[in-house]
């Protein structure tokens, strides 16, 4: 069995049938490490001088058979490779033998993992095993020979379509592409299917992909048309179109594998890739709680107070992994409409069953009485952002709740503290701010009070991981992470339309930096009146200096008068406004701004850089646990572009004394911790790593 540490190829003693068995076993996901690599060298060479050897199985110890690279080490030098002693056709040395070998694989055969079964003469694969080449996640391409192989064995469409997604295949579509030559039955034994497999194939032709005639060419110019529109800014899309396009046109497999050869060369070089594999990392990294050491309580049932759209996208999300939900409404009129919303969402999915569908929906029922959550292990409150209201809620659920129920709160803003007194547990409460649709959206900011216990910090960051979720531990602050950030971002905006600059030149920067939407296409979307009482009750309405406050008064309050910063028809496209500039000028005029005409790249900064300088201030608070975790924030809650690393690592790659000469331009005071990472002459990445350990350090002290 693989236990952590273990980094090797072994072989078992020959059968009765001349079958050797050879298992990759480097823990935990089998991946291709130098001493993989020239193990199965090792082996293949062993093997090959035996001549009672008849045929081979090469499996996967432990839970799959190979997650492919060893993602960590790319772009580092690897150590020395050992020679076989003749030609390879396939990057382990597989395909050469005179042997049939067949592949056994069960989990998952992903990236580097599928191209070792690729380069295998058969694969027999475990009924519930998953095939995937996903490396364009990471910025790269299938870089041993994927994108040759895969077109050759499904076509150049198909193969494209699995390379470009990322996404996984089952055992069913790959015996129907012929990716692998039989499934091996649920409860059944793989490697004697394999090995039945190898027996019958004794002294017969040994088939190689490698062999196998190009496949028929597509369009391809047609197809990285549409990339650029699904994948934007990601230059791996395009690169493996290409590569799938040599693999069609090439007069030989080995010239279209020198142009799989040079794109990855490229890509793994590139700060596109740099950056999505940082956010590979660091996705997985959120949930990790640094010091944090009790085990997480087990949550079998959830109770969520508000149907309204996020308390039915948790329940969704709880649903979906076994957890039963019930949901409590004070409307009996609202419980109904959430449940049915609830019905209708999963009846739409594509991706689930009819069983599935049937089975999540089951999982959830509902009462207008609070009561009916007493006996749940987890309480989520998911109502309107109003302390007096949510104290109360809290109060309730605290008496009716059993003893070491978790009582969790949905605000985006509010002090949790202050909620949590509202109880007598309060090592049992703790914030969960979900981002909405919350069956869709995958981050999640678990927001730790003054006095959360370590146990609650613990579920509910193994819970958040459970039902999908991209995990942050964040301060308590108004705004938390994520929102407190996002005022910056959003202030920004409205100052640069008080200098005079339109709304479609402010959003045209954030898009074309990556972001999916303009900051002000987003205010027309919640509503430019949002908040707008509260700010006439503190007497600062003022529509002749503040821009959005003329845009109310014109009656322009967004897409739902449709018209705001933007005009809009039937379809909520923005079209650029004549009467909004109108209005946006005259407020310049009233504040005594003449408009000027600023570059693109000086509207990124104005944008970007007060809300990363905020960024700096958080980390330095305490109030996020990491760097990274920041970008994942904004990645997953804010659609910062992935294939820029978030706003801290872009942050690094902008270059730190930039970013601070630029606030400075700005009129900004530089973080504290900006300065200290400048005057160091480190990047945040660097920087952070060196005072944690110092820290770390000081405590033990």
Same mark, same amino acid.
């Given at each position: 069995?693989?236990?952590?540490?273990?980094?090797?190829?072994?072989?078992?003693?020959?059968?009765?049938?001349?079958?050797?068995?050879?298992?990759?076993?480097?823990?935990?996901?089998?991946?291709?490490?130098?001493?993989?690599?020239?193990?199965?060298?090792?082996?293949?060479?062993?093997?090959?001088?035996?001549?009672?050897?008849?045929?081979?199985?090469?499996?996967?110890?432990?839970?799959?058979?190979?997650?492919?690279?060893?993602?960590?080490?790319?772009?580092?030098?690897?150590?020395?490779?050992?020679?076989?002693?003749?030609?390879?056709?396939?990057?382990?040395?597989f395909e050469g033998m005179q042997v049939p070998v067949v592949?056994?694989?069960?989990?998952?055969?992903?990236?580097?993992?599928?191209?070792?079964?690729?380069g295998c003469h058969y694969r027999v694969m475990d009924s519930?095993?998953?095939?995937?080449?996903?490396?364009?996640?990471?910025?790269?391409?299938?870089?041993?020979? *994927?994108?040759?192989?895969? @077109?050759?064995? &499904? /076509?150049?469409?198909?193969? !494209?379509?699995?390379?470009?997604? +990322?996404?996984? =295949?089952?055992?069913?579509?790959?015996?129907?592409?012929?990716?692998?030559?039989?499934?091996?039955?649920?409860?059944?034994?793989?490697?004697?299917?394999?090995?039945?497999?190898?027996?019958?194939?004794?002294?017969?032709?040994?088939?190689?992909?490698?062999?196998?005639?190009?496949?028929?060419?597509?369009?391809?110019?047609?197809?990285?048309?549409?990339?650029?529109?699904?994948?934007?800014?990601?230059?791996?899309?395009?690169?493996?179109?290409?590569?799938?396009?040599?693999?069609?046109?090439?007069?030989?497999?080995?010239?279209?594998?020198?142009?799989?050869?040079?794109?990855?060369?490229?890509?793994?070089?590139?700060?596109?890739?740099?950056?999505?594999?940082?956010?590979?990392?660091?996705?997985?990294?959120?949930?990790?709680?640094? *010091?944090?050491?009790?085990? @997480?309580?087990? &949550? /079998?049932?959830?109770?969520? !107070?508000?149907?309204?759209?996020? +308390?039915?996208? =948790?329940?969704?999300?709880?649903?979906?992994?076994?957890?039963?939900?019930?949901?409590?409404?004070?409307?009996?009129?609202?419980?109904?409409?959430?449940?049915?919303?609830?019905?209708?969402?999963?009846?739409?999915?594509?991706?689930?069953?009819?069983?599935?569908?049937?089975?999540?929906?089951?999982?959830?029922?509902?009462?207008?009485?609070?009561?009916?959550?007493?006996?749940?292990?987890?309480?989520?409150?998911?109502?309107?952002?109003?302390?007096?209201?949510?104290?109360?809620?809290?109060?309730?659920?605290?008496?009716?709740?059993?003893?070491?129920?978790?009582?969790?709160?949905?605000?985006?803003?509010?002090?949790?503290?202050?909620?949590?007194?509202?109880?007598?547990?309060?090592?049992?409460?703790?914030?969960?701010?979900?981002?909405?649709?919350?069956?869709?959206?995958?981050?999640?900011?678990?927001?730790?009070?003054?006095?959360?216990?370590?146990?609650?910090?613990?579920?509910?960051?193994?819970?958040?991981?459970?039902?999908?979720?991209?995990?942050?531990?964040?301060?308590?602050?108004?705004?938390?992470?994520?929102?407190?950030?996002?005022?910056?971002?959003?202030?920004?905006?409205?100052?640069?339309?008080?200098?005079?600059?339109?709304?479609?030149?402010?959003?045209?920067?954030?898009?074309?930096?990556?972001?999916?939407?303009?900051?002000?296409?987003?205010?027309?979307?919640?509503?430019?009146?949002?908040?707008?009482?509260?700010?006439?009750?503190?007497?600062?309405?003022?529509?002749?200096?503040?821009?959005?406050?003329?845009?109310?008064?014109?009656?322009?309050?967004?897409?739902?008068?449709?018209?705001?910063?933007?005009?809009?028809?039937?379809?909520?496209?923005?079209?650029?406004?004549?009467?909004?500039?109108?209005?946006?000028?005259?407020?310049?005029?009233?504040?005594?701004?003449?408009?000027?005409?600023?570059?693109?790249?000086?509207?990124?900064?104005?944008?970007?850089?007060?809300?990363?300088?905020?960024?700096?201030?958080?980390?330095?608070?305490?109030?996020?646990?990491?760097?990274?975790?920041?970008?994942?924030?904004?990645?997953?809650?804010?659609?910062?572009?992935?294939?820029?690393?978030?706003?801290?690592?872009?942050?690094?790659?902008?270059?730190?004394?930039?970013?601070?000469?630029?606030?400075?331009?700005?009129?900004?005071?530089?973080?504290?911790?900006?300065?200290?990472?400048?005057?160091?002459?480190?990047?945040?990445?660097?920087?952070?790593?060196?005072?944690?350990?110092?820290?770390?350090?000081?405590?033990?002290?």
């Amino acid at each position: 069995m693989s236990r952590p540490g273990t980094d090797t190829v072994t072989v078992e003693p020959i059968d009765g049938d001349g079958i050797a068995v050879v298992t990759l076993d480097h823990f935990p996901v089998n991946s291709l490490s130098s001493n993989v690599f020239n193990g199965c060298t090792r082996v293949i060479k062993q093997l090959e001088k035996n001549p009672a050897v008849k045929g081979v199985v090469v499996c996967g110890a432990g839970r799959m058979f190979c997650g492919g690279a060893d993602i960590s080490a790319f772009g580092q030098a690897s150590g020395p490779r050992e020679s076989l002693g003749r030609a390879m056709t396939d990057f382990l040395g597989f395909e050469g033998m005179q042997v049939p070998v067949v592949a056994a694989i069960h989990g998952f055969a992903l990236g580097g993992g599928l191209e070792a079964a690729l380069g295998c003469h058969y694969r027999v694969m475990d009924s519930g095993a998953k095939l995937g080449l996903p490396e364009v996640n990471i910025g790269l391409l299938p870089g041993g020979q *994927g994108t040759q192989r895969l @077109p050759r064995l &499904i /076509g150049a469409d198909a193969a !494209i379509e699995m390379m470009t997604s +990322g996404n996984h =295949i089952t055992a069913k579509q790959a015996l129907h592409w012929k990716v692998v030559d039989s499934v091996a039955p649920a409860g059944g034994s793989l490697v004697a299917a394999a090995k039945t497999l190898c027996k019958s194939k004794f002294g017969l032709p040994l088939p190689k992909v490698c062999d196998m005639p190009p496949p028929p060419a597509t369009d391809f110019a047609k197809v990285i048309g549409k990339l650029a529109k699904t994948r934007p800014g990601e230059i791996a899309p395009a690169a493996i179109v290409r590569c799938v396009e040599a693999a069609c046109t090439s007069s030989t497999f080995q010239a279209g594998d020198a142009t799989e050869k040079r794109e990855f060369a490229i890509l793994v070089k590139s700060p596109e890739s740099a950056a999505l594999r940082h956010m590979f990392f660091s996705e997985r990294a959120g949930s990790k709680v640094d *010091g944090l050491k009790v085990k @997480p309580a087990k &949550i /079998g049932t959830v109770g969520i !107070i508000g149907a309204g759209l996020m +308390g039915g996208g =948790i329940a969704m999300s709880c649903a979906e992994v076994g957890i039963v939900v019930r949901i409590v409404d004070v409307s009996a009129k609202g419980l109904a409409r959430g449940l049915a919303l609830i019905k209708s969402n999963f009846e739409r999915s594509r991706r689930l069953t009819p069983a599935q569908k049937q089975l999540f929906i089951s999982r959830i029922t509902g009462s207008v009485d609070m009561a009916a959550v007493a006996d749940c292990d987890l309480v989520v409150e998911a109502v309107f952002e109003d302390m007096d209201v949510k104290k109360e809620i809290f109060a309730k659920l605290d008496k009716l709740c059993k003893p070491g129920a978790f009582l969790c709160s949905n605000t985006s803003a509010l002090d949790i503290d202050a909620i949590a007194a509202a109880t007598s547990r309060p090592e049992f409460v703790m914030g969960t701010h979900f981002f909405s649709p919350a069956n869709v959206m995958k981050l999640l900011e678990n927001v730790r009070g003054s006095k959360t216990s370590d146990l609650t910090i613990s579920t509910m960051m193994a819970w958040g991981k459970r039902i999908g979720k991209w995990c942050i531990l964040v301060g308590n602050c108004p705004g938390f992470v994520g929102n407190r950030m996002v005022n910056f971002y959003s202030n920004a905006a409205k100052s640069m339309l008080e200098k005079g600059m339109l709304p479609e030149q402010i959003d045209g920067a954030a898009m074309n930096f990556g972001m999916r939407v303009g900051p002000l296409v987003m205010a027309d979307i919640v509503g430019i009146d949002l908040g707008i009482q509260a700010i006439k009750k503190r007497g600062q309405y003022d529509p002749r200096k503040v821009v959005s406050h003329a845009l109310i008064e014109a009656g322009r309050l967004g897409q739902k008068s449709n018209a705001g910063y933007y005009d809009y028809k039937g379809d909520r496209r923005p079209i650029p406004s004549k009467a909004a500039a109108d209005i946006i000028r005259t407020v310049a005029r009233n504040l005594g701004v003449q408009p000027t005409a600023v570059p693109e790249e000086e509207a990124l900064r104005l944008l970007l850089y007060p809300m990363i300088n905020e960024a700096f201030k958080i980390l330095d608070e305490g109030m996020a646990q990491r760097p990274s975790d920041v970008d994942v924030c904004y990645v997953h809650g804010y659609s910062f572009p992935r294939h820029r690393g978030g706003p801290l690592f872009y942050a690094d790659a902008v270059g730190l004394p930039v970013l601070m000469q630029s606030l400075g331009t700005m009129g900004i005071e530089p973080a504290p911790l900006l300065r200290e990472c400048v005057a160091a002459k480190r990047t945040l990445a660097k920087h952070w790593v060196l005072r944690t350990k110092a820290a770390a350090s000081k405590s033990k002290m």
